[in-house]
C-alpha cells in the first residue's frame, strides 16, 4: 500500500538538494539517477524518482499523462510528523472530524463517511453566492422530507465540507487511493461507494460527463482535481456579478482525425477575490453538485491545413459552490 506524499523535492546521500524537474531531465539526458533520501527535517528515509509517464486506459484512445513525481520506495515510509507523512495527516484530519452523523465509526476501526448528508445539505443551500442568505433547517417540524433523519445545519455542513476537502486535497497528493480507501468507507445511504467513482482527476473528467447523464442513476457529489487557467470576471457593464475560475480543459482525440473532444471545467461565484485566491497552475480539488451544462459543436477548417474540416466538440461541466468548504488547495 501506497503511504506517501508525491514529493517535489529530495536530496541525496551528500545532502544535495534535487528537484523533480531536475531528475527527469537527468533521465531525458540519460545521466545517472542519485540515490535520494527525504528531505523533511529529520526523516531521511529512502524515496525513489518516478519519471515522466503515460497510463493506458480501458476503452480510451487518449492515455492519462502522469507527471513525473517522488515517492516511497517499497515498505517504507515516512516517520512521524515528517511533512510527506500521509497516514500522520490522515489521523489529524479523522481526529478533528468527531461528528458520527458525518463520520461513523464502524466495528472495524474504519470510518464511514456519510455522502448523503452532504449531498443533502448542498441541496438545501441556495444559488451561488447566497449561501448568507440561507437560514439553518429548523430543527423541529416534520421529517417526513428527510431520509436521513438528520440535516445538518449550516456551520456543521461548512464544516463537513472542509473535513471532506482536507481528505480529497490528501488523496490528490498521493499517488492513489490506497491509504483513504484502507481507512474510510464512502456511503451514500445503502450504498457503498468506491474511491474511483467519487475522485475524478485530469484525464476522467469524460467519465464525470457521462456519470452526470441523463440516464444516471443517482445524483451525488463528485469530487474532480484539476489545475487553475484562468479567473474570468464579469465584462464592464455586465448585469451579472458572477466570476468564473476556469481549469486546464481535457483534450480526447476520438477515432474520427477531423473530429476532437474537449471537455471544460469551472467553478462559479460571486465573490472574485475568493475565488483569485487560487492562483492559476493551482492545484484545486472542487467538491459539490457538479452540473452538466452546454455540448457545443464547431466545424471549421484545421489550422495548417485548409482542405481538412475539423469538429471540435466542447463539453462544459460546471460547479456553482454554496459554500467555501467546496474548494481546496492542494499542498
Ligand atoms: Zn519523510
Not at 545517472?32 to 519519471?51: E, H, M, Q, T, W
Not at 481535457?250 to 485566491?277: C, G, I, K, M
Request: hydrophobic fraction near 35%; include cysteine; glycine fraction near 8%.
Amino acid at each position: 500500500m501506497s503511504k506517501g506524499i508525491k514529493m517535489l523535492s529530495a536530496v541525496d546521500a551528500h545532502g544535495t538538494p534535487h528537484t523533480v524537474d531536475g531528475l527527469q531531465r537527468r533521465y531525458d539526458n540519460e545521466l545517472a539517477i542519485p540515490g535520494l533520501f527525504c528531505d523533511s527535517p529529520n526523516c531521511g528515509r529512502a524515496v525513489r524518482f518516478v519519471k515522466r509517464h503515460t497510463k493506458n486506459r480501458k476503452d480510451r484512445i487518449e492515455p492519462i499523462q502522469v507527471p513525473a513525481y517522488i515517492g516511497l520506495i517499497r515498505d517504507s515510509e515516512h516517520v512521524l510528523g515528517c511533512r510527506y507523512d500521509a497516514p500522520g495527516r490522515l489521523k489529524l484530519i479523522l481526529a478533528a472530524a468527531s461528528d458520527p452523523n458525518f463520520m461513523h465509526a464502524l466495528d472495524d476501526g474504519k470510518r464511514e463517511l456519510r455522502l448523503l448528508i452532504l449531498h443533502q445539505g448542498l441541496k438545501g443551500r441556495g444559488a451561488s453566492g447566497n449561501a448568507t442568505a440561507t437560514t439553518p433547517p429548523p430543527t423541529t417540524g416534520s421529517t417526513a422530507s428527510r431520509p436521513t433523519g438528520f440535516q445538518a445545519t449550516r456551520e456543521q455542513l461548512d464544516s463537513y465540507l472542509r473535513t471532506t476537502t482536507d481528505l480529497l486535497a490528501l488523496r490528490a497528493a498521493c499517488d492513489d487511493d490506497a491509504l483513504l480507501a484502507a481507512q474510510l468507507t464512502l456511503r451514500l445511504g445503502k450504498r457503498t461507494v468506491a474511491w474511483n467513482e467519487f475522485f475524478y482527476e485530469f484525464g476522467r473528467y469524460d467519465e464525470v460527463w457521462e456519470k452526470l447523464g441523463p440516464d444516471a442513476p443517482q445524483e451525488m457529489p463528485l469530487a474532480l482535481l484539476g489545475t487553475v487557467k484562468s479567473h474570468q470576471p464579469p465584462p464592464a457593464g455586465a448585469t451579472y456579478t458572477t466570476t468564473y475560475l476556469n481549469c486546464e480543459s481535457q483534450y480526447n482525440r476520438t477515432d474520427d482525425p477531423n473530429r476532437q473532444e474537449y471537455f471544460e471545467l469551472s467553478v462559479s461565484h460571486t465573490d472574485a477575490n475568493w475565488l483569485r485566491r487560487f492562483a492559476v497552475g493551482t492545484r484545486l480539488i472542487m467538491f459539490g453538485l457538479w452540473r452538466r451544462g452546454k455540448r457545443s459543436e464547431t466545424t471549421k477548417p484545421h489550422a495548417r491545413d485548409a482542405t481538412r474540416m475539423m469538429t471540435y466538440v466542447t463539453h462544459k461541466l460546471s460547479l456553482a459552490p454554496v459554500s467555501k468548504g467546496q474548494l481546496a488547495a492542494v499542498s
